[in-house]
């Protein structure tokens, strides 16, 4: 008895699925972290201070009111300071190395407090420049106009400064704001939001409670509130837009916005379909 053999049929392999938007995580930042430029700038200021061996002397005055001669003397084994030697002018001591790291640093945190405690749209921004290249010109025009000597009034205001702190100061501010900057990123996973293609999940609190919404007709706004914190860590606003909810959820401190706007935009191009079999929806059943 024989049978006709079956046709051997080629074995198909299915394509590998494409890979899919697996979504994207939101942090929102304390604006702290806008100190980071201040951090850095003690650091630079510490390097410089120990370039110049820690001179924190005022040179204005003679240096036996800061060391004692005697004491200099069998400590180091140095000749004793004259008490008459020559000191330094005000208006040039304002210009010494010891005194410029420390207006350097005051002035970056003058920026960054101003950074934190203001916000600056672009318009304002740029009103506010505006505004001081018109007072400089009108400065300069009237100083031409009237023989007017107007660095004495500057010469005789930073002569009377004289900002120094020691190389010490200076690393004890950068470890302080480093061991803060770690602190925030330990925590960031506190509360944090999850945007995947078919849900938005909202990871809040110590143990990690989950509150869900869908994306369905899901809409977003990109804001920039204020320039200065763009500029430094192109942090920005995002404000979504959930069907059914009342609120607005509104995330502020988002860094690298334009990224996360981005990458946004690709989640909500797609919308994730599963497709179950019957036996998998009778397991899902049981």
């Known amino acids: 008895m024989s049978s006709d053999a079956k046709p051997s049929t080629p074995m198909t392999t299915e394509p590998m699925p494409k890979h899919r938007e697996q979504g994207i995580r939101i942090f929102m930042w304390p604006k702290v972290i806008f100190l980071y430029p201040t951090a850095i700038v003690s650091l630079i200021c510490a390097m410089g201070m120990q370039i110049i061996d820690d001179r924190v002397h005022d040179p204005s005055r003679p240096l036996s009111e800061a ?89 005789a205001m930073i002569s009377h400064i004289y900002a120094v702190a020691n190389r010490g100061f200076y690393v004890m501010v950068f470890v302080t704001l480093s061991l803060v900057f770690l602190v925030i990123w330990l925590t960031r996973w506190l509360d944090y939001w999850e945007i995947l293609p078919n849900e938005i999940l909202h990871h809040h609190g110590p143990l990690s409670d989950l509150e869900r919404y869908p994306t369905m007709n899901l809409k977003f706004d990109k804001e920039i509130p204020d320039v200065l914190e763009y500029v430094l860590l192109g942090a920005g606003r995002l404000v979504l837009h959930i069907p059914n909810v009342s609120k607005a959820m509104v995330m502020d401190n988002v860094l690298f916005i334009n990224r996360k706007e981005e990458a946004l935009k690709r989640v909500m191009s797609r919308l994730e379909v599963r497709v179950t079999t019957d036996s998998e929806a009778g397991e899902a059943v049981l």
């Open 67 to 155: 060391v004692d001669a005697r004491q200099f003397k069998q400590a180091n084994g140095a000749p004793a300071v004259n008490e008459n030697s020559e000191t330094m002018d005000k208006l040039d001591r304002f210009w010494t190395p010891q005194n410029l790291l420390g207006m350097l640093f005051l002035t970056m945190l003058a920026f960054n407090l101003l950074t934190m405690g203001l916000d600056l749209p672009r318009f304002s921004i740029i009103a506010v420049i505006f505004g001081i290249l018109m007072v400089t010109f009108f400065l300069l025009w009237l100083g031409s106009r009237f023989e007017l000597d107007l660095m004495k009034p500057i010469h």
